[in-house]
């Protein structure tokens, strides 16, 4: 797939890529094919593999050394696209005409949150997604306790332990355990501060008040080390 940077941090060896499906994806140092960084805008191919761009290489780097029999003059022609036929680098992503922007409804955060960005701990998430992400867990969590409590009482669990309940809120807590750290991690990178944060999360009586502070933050408007701003956000 092609696509475009969007942002890359030599010293942390990671970076945003936009895809031509028009969905972002996360890559690392060790995903460059041959390149030691990415300037911003560059355009590139890369493998999707869920949320993460794997053998990145721009599409300059692969055209950009021609074959031996080409005179270096006519060579020199075709990558400042002066012969006919020489391909121009194009820009994909959320500004390109044909390319679909991600859906930003709070259904669509809960969704993208328990597929596509079920391992991210990278980039960033603003307080719409993060609340849209809580607000169908919640949802979920409701529906699944329902049915555990339906089927322990028709079993005649209710009256001792209800065992289905247990288990499949248990079932769905450990599910759901990772995109919800996850989240929890971008929306610190959100407002400008470390992931590491959210192990304040363990301290007693007041970690998950902190917490609460922290999503309540609104989005920081501008690029950081952990990516540009996140699409849907008003910069102006």
């Known amino acids: 797939m ?6 890359y941090d030599e010293d942390h060896g990671f970076g945003f890529i936009t895809g031509a499906d028009g ?27 869920g949320g993460r761009a794997r053998d990145v ?39 390109a005409e044909n390319s679909p922007a991600a859906a930003t409804g709070l ?15 990278a980039g960033r998430a603003h307080r719409k997604e993060y609340w849209g992400y809580c607000l169908f867990w919640t949802i979920a969590l409701i529906v699944v306790v329902g049915i555990g409590l339906f089927i322990d009482d028709a079993m005649g669990n209710l009256d001792e ?21 996850g989240l929890n991690v971008r929306r610190l990178h959100d407002i400008g501060l470390t992931g590491w944060l959210f ?21 920081r408007a501008r690029e950081n080390q952990w990516g540009p701003v996140p699409a849907g956000v008003k910069t102006s």
Not at 107 to 121: A, C, I, S, V
Request: glycine share 6%.
């Open 23 to 49: 969905n972002r994806y996360t890559f690392a140092r060790e995903d460059l094919r041959r390149e030691a960084s990415m300037a911003r805008g560059t355009a590139v191919e890369f493998l999707p593999v």
């Open 199 to 219: 192990l304040v999360v363990f301290i007693p009586t007041i970690g998950w008040l902190i917490i609460l502070v922290f999503a309540l933050i609104p989005t």
């Open 161 to 181: 332990l209800p065992a289905v309940t247990v288990g499949l809120c248990g079932i769905f807590l450990l599910a759901t355990a990772l995109p919800w750290i």
């Open 2 to 7: 092609r696509g475009e940077v969007l942002h």
């Open 107 to 121: 259904w669509d955060y809960f969704w993208r949150g328990l597929t596509e960005n079920y391992f991210n701990f």
């Open 57 to 95: 290489s721009s599409i300059r780097a692969e055209t950009a050394s021609p074959p031996a029999a080409v005179p270096a003059a006519t060579a020199a022609a075709a990558h400042a696209g002066n012969t006919p036929g020489a391909r121009q680098p194009q820009h994909f992503g959320r500004s």
